[in-house]
């Protein structure tokens, strides 16, 4: 079984400093993705950022990066120039499968305030 | 492009009844995972649908049951509602694909708040 763990449970950060958040992930598979992603007060989970496991190049989008460290099981997300629309909750998730159609596994996910 | 639709956005019930919520994925996918979100923490998987049945299970009770319809949309069951089954109710679409590979991706609705009293 596949256990995702966020230890901050909320964070907040100055607008256009950067911030990063941590994750931890227990896995037995050696083919799997990390994703993360993003959820506003309106509910809707929005994929911020994924990791295919095989890759060593850490994944950029944009603003988003991410810090994969396999051996160690940890994938943080950093957010540069934060923006007030950041704001959100943030989560992290596994999936053992190079087939997306199979579970996700989410941490339990880190707030994130982006004070102006 | 519609993304993956929900309906309906809240709902009330009582304690032992039963409530169906309804799922229509993105278009162009065909498979769909519900997921159950309790407040202040992360979404967990209940099953999976693809080709109209159920693919994968998570750890919840037969009282949550599900179908798939040939146009790809779902439906979610859920039996002798208890307190502890108030939730947001996620439902996620991706492609599976007739070569079993698919895409990685999975979009996600808006939810269905579920509260019972």
């Known amino acids: 079984a596949q256990t995702v763990t966020q230890s901050q449970p909320e964070m907040s950060v100055q607008e256009a400093e950067t911030v990063t958040l941590s994750c931890t992930y227990d896995t037995s598979e050696n083919n799997y993705y990390l994703f993360w992603y993003k959820q506003p007060p309106s509910r809707q989970m929005i994929l911020v950022i994924r990791?295919?496991?095989?890759?060593?190049q850490n994944a950029t989008e944009n603003r988003f990066s991410v810090n994969f460290q396999k051996a160690a099981k940890s994938f943080s997300l950093k957010i540069s120039d934060s923006q007030l629309g950041d704001t959100a909750m943030y989560f992290c998730a596994s999936s053992h499968s190079l087939n997306a159609g199979n579970m996700l596994t989410f941490g339990g996910g880190t707030r994130l305030m982006v004070k102006p | 492009d519609a993304g993956v639709t929900q309906s309906p956005t809240h709902l009330i019930k009582t304690r032992g009844q039963q409530v169906t919520l309804r799922c229509s994925p993105k278009?162009?996918?065909?498979?769909v995972s519900w997921y159950q979100q309790a407040l202040g923490q992360g979404p967990q998987f209940i099953f999976q649908y693809y080709e109209e049945e159920e693919r994968q299970r998570g750890n919840f009770p037969d009282r949550f049951s599900g179908h798939q319809f040939p146009n790809y949309s779902s439906e979610l069951n859920v039996n002798a509602l208890l307190l502890g089954d108030s939730a947001l109710y996620l439902c996620a679409s991706s492609l599976f694909g007739t070569s079993g590979r698919g895409s990685y991706e999975q979009y996600f609705g808006p939810g269905t708040r579920l509260t019972v009293t």
């Open positions: 278009s162009g996918h065909d498979t």
């Open positions: 990791q295919e496991a095989y890759k060593q």
